[in-house]
């Protein structure tokens, strides 16, 4: 049974920075591509971050290039998307996915950025 979850969310002020940890199961994880998705209030889920199953080729969603970095750790089977230089705009549910189970969702991580 594939499983996902996430964790690391919050509350931060604007200009500062998270870390969001995305444990999977049931799966080969090695294997698969990863990727992270969110949910700002009122708007459609969209694609932010996606990393190859080796880690070696990652790409961002334009909004935030150059602020945020997904990187995996194989043999702890988690995904990470650190997150710097947060703004409010960045407000949303987290998600983790693997394309290969592109149904399975985790119930997701809140980041909220305030002051």
């Known amino acids: 049974q594939v499983q996902l979850v996430e964790s690391g969310g919050g509350l931060v002020q604007p200009g500062g920075s998270l870390r969001l940890s995305c444990a999977a199961s049931?799966?080969?994880?090695?294997?698969?591509?990863m990727r992270w998705y969110r949910q700002g209030p009122g708007k459609e889920r969209e694609l932010v971050a996606a990393?190859?199953?080796?880690?070696?080729?990652?790409d961002y969603a334009d909004s935030v290039k150059g602020r945020f970095t997904i990187s995996r750790d194989n043999a702890k089977n988690t995904v990470y998307l650190q997150m710097n230089s947060l703004k409010p705009e960045d407000t949303a549910v987290y998600y983790c996915?693997?394309?290969?189970?592109?149904?399975?969702w985790g119930q997701g991580t809140q980041v909220t950025v305030s002051s």
């Open positions: 996915n693997a394309p290969l189970f592109s149904d399975v």
């Open positions: 049931g799966f080969i994880f090695r294997g698969n591509r």
């Open positions: 990393i190859s199953s080796t880690g070696s080729s990652t």
